[in-house]
Nanobody, 120 residues
């Protein structure tokens, strides 16, 4: 059973930056990414990366501000968030799957989540 462990959440002012990490216990998947869930809202797609090719898919809401990278040797993925806005406040979940991820229905493995709070 793959375990995903997130770290790096916290409180940041609007306009600031934050980096999240997600470490996988093993690599039996081809896609990793991030979803987020704000209070009272659904869990939304944020960004994914194909592990072997490095191809990145962005949600429109984060394009140009967020980026994703991975360290193949460490089985770790990173989410760099810049120009943060109050609407980015949410619990961010690491996600992984064998195939492509376009919605939460495609996800096979979830992390427990890490809270990001952006103050205005």
């Amino acid at each position: 059973q793959v375990q995903l462990v997130e770290s790096g959440g916290g409180l940041v002012q609007a306009g600031g930056s934050l980096r999240l990490s997600c470490a996988a216990s093993e690599r039996t998947f081809r896609t990793m990414g991030w979803f987020r869930q704000a209070p009272g809202k659904e869990r939304d797609f944020v960004i994914t990366i194909r592990w072997s090719s490095g191809v990145i898919t962005y949600a429109d809401s984060v394009r140009g501000r967020f980026t994703i990278s991975r360290d193949l040797a460490k089985n770790t993925m990173y989410l760099q968030m810049n120009s943060l806005k109050s609407e980015d406040t949410a619990v961010y979940y690491c996600a992984a799957a064998q195939g492509p991820i376009t919605s939460y229905l495609d996800v096979e493995y979830w992390g427990k989540g890490t809270l990001v709070t952006v103050s205005s």
